[in-house]
């Protein structure tokens, strides 16, 4: 299928416009000047607040002047993320995509359909002049994916919508109307680096092509996470020779899953072979472990060259922690109607050695958000009792169900006219933007849902082709069923 068959047109149309100008987050300067642009012309109201938020609103069609105002809600900015041998400048490249079969790709980096689809979609709504509608706010938030900055800064009275339907989920046929609020984690292991002690061998181990994902979608599904897996040899080979650790880094973004990482490391030259023995045991016993979620590691050891190393009491402490922190699933939800859904999670995401530190990122998840803190303060308490400082994001809140949603039937019953069957009414453990905008706007109505995409926040990120005239067509029979005020 040739990309300029893909439909809807008017959608794929704005994707790759989207696609060729770069936005990685805290870096939208070029989206922003578009959407500007584009809003002027339209010819249609637009505004920009002091976080960078554009708002574009949309007169109602003829007939439609008393509808509800609906708000149609993505973020802007996207995961920059590459295969380590491609190569791409993120500031000033636009990415490459390609189809394969249903699914478009992009070419050795992530694709940017979260959320750049969402936004493509809002846009080719608003250009659009077939439509049936009644008030429309369009709303592009930035840095979603590092921090939450643009929900965060917007300001009640920016938009004035009644409802709001947020583009920015990932399965098609889920409707999600409730979302994980979020604390992330900073440690810092601070030091001095000193000379080798005579006697040591330097070697290197390396691991790649682990599944990664997002933590909060993908925490379910027992991916291996490349840090905690070193961790654990490295912890084995410290109880049993004391090794010394010259650097490890892993992992990129404080939302995904780590995928590949690196360590060097010394230890005694005599039990260097040991080591290298203790390894293939290790590997292979992981790749047992992982043989359905991560078919694709690849290990590898090598000898370096020597260099300065952390403190022994340093080093230690760093690969204790690491070893002990919580990663993956706290808690399942207790209730019964939810009770195969995540409500606690942790996720280490990065680790990354320079001159004289070693900076630790992990991220923890919950529904509720009483435990969030407990699980906050869980992985807090392994980093402090390891000598690192630690400091911690102020959050961000989960996002109540509202049980009374009238948006929520007219997006049920919509749908079920349009495909004949039920869609799913969830809840997502990942966060969304909504949780922010129920503090803001606590009276808001607020639903959740997006064409299908797999991989987020790794350069196997896709998009399912057909799914998006799928949500095209709903968010289109949704607009024109939103009842009078």
């Not at 509800?68 to 041998?85: A, F, G, I, P, T």
């Not at 991916?223 to 992992?251: E, H, P, Q, V």
């Not at 807090?380 to 000598?387: I, Y």
Request: net charge negative; glycine share 8%; proline share 4%.
């Amino acid at each position: 299928m040739n990309q300029s068959e893909l439909t809807p047109k008017r959608v794929f149309e704005q994707f790759a416009k989207i696609n060729s100008i770069p936005r990685p987050s805290k870096h939208e300067e070029k989206m922003i000047a578009y959407l500007m642009a584009f809003g002027q012309k339209h010819g249609l109201e637009t505004k920009v607040d002091d976080t960078g938020n554009v708002l574009i609103s949309k007169p109602a069609t003829p007939g439609y002047e008393n509808r509800s105002k609906v708000v149609l809600q993505s973020h802007m900015d996207m995961v920059c993320d590459k295969l380590v041998d491609h190569e791409i400048d993120f500031m000033n490249d636009p990415i490459e995509t390609y189809v394969e079969g249903e699914w478009l790709k992009a070419k050795g980096t992530t694709l940017g359909a979260d959320d750049g689809i969402g936004v493509a979609i809002e846009l080719a709504i608003l250009a659009s002049d077939d439509i049936e509608h009644g008030p429309i706010e369009c709303l592009f938030t930035v840095d979603e994916e590092t921090g939450l900055t643009g929900a965060f800064g917007l300001q009640a009275g920016f938009m004035s919508g009644d409802m709001l339907i947020n583009l920015d989920s990932e399965d098609e046929g889920q409707i999600f109307v409730s979302c994980a609020g979020g604390i992330t984690t900073h440690a810092c292991f601070n030091f001095k680096k000193e000379a080798a002690p005579e006697g040591l061998f330097f070697l290197k181990v390396s691991l790649k092509g682990l599944c990664g994902g997002h933590s909060g979608d993908d925490i379910n599904k027992k991916r291996a996470n490349a840090i905690k897996l070193i961790a654990r040899f490295l912890y084995a080979m410290n109880d049993k020779y004391g090794i010394r650790l010259a650097y490890w880094n892993s992992g990129k973004m404080h939302n995904a899953i780590p995928r590949d990482g690196v360590a060097v490391f010394a230890v005694a030259a005599d039990k260097k072979e040991e080591v290298k023995a203790a390894w293939n045991v290790f590997t292979s016993e992981v790749e047992e472990e992982f043989h359905v979620t991560d078919t694709a590691m690849e290990f590898a050891m090598e000898s370096a060259d020597a260099e300065e190393v952390m403190p022994e009491e340093v080093s230690t402490k760093l690969i204790r922690a690491l070893q002990a922190v919580d990663n993956g699933i706290m808690a399942m939800c207790q209730d019964e109607e939810i009770a195969w859904l995540v409500e606690t999670s942790s996720n280490v995401a990065s680790i990354q050695t320079e001159d004289d530190n070693v900076k630790v990122v992990a991220s923890q998840r919950s529904n509720v958000m009483s435990n969030l803190r407990n699980m906050a303060n869980t992985v807090k308490a392994v980093f402090e009792l390891a000598g690192a400082k630690v400091e911690q994001s102020d959050g961000y809140p989960a996002w109540k169900m509202n049980a009374n949603s009238k948006l929520t039937k007219i997006v049920v019953d919509t749908y079920k006219k349009l495909f004949g069957k039920d869609p799913k009414v969830l809840g997502i453990h990942a966060g969304l933007e909504c949780g922010l905008f129920s503090e803001r706007y606590p009276n808001m109505d607020m639903v959740s849902f997006g064409p299908t995409l797999r991989g987020v926040h790794t350069p196997d990120e896709r998009l399912l082709i057909p799914t998006v005239q799928m949500v095209w067509d709903h968010l289109v029979e949704i607009l024109k069923n939103i009842p009078e005020a």
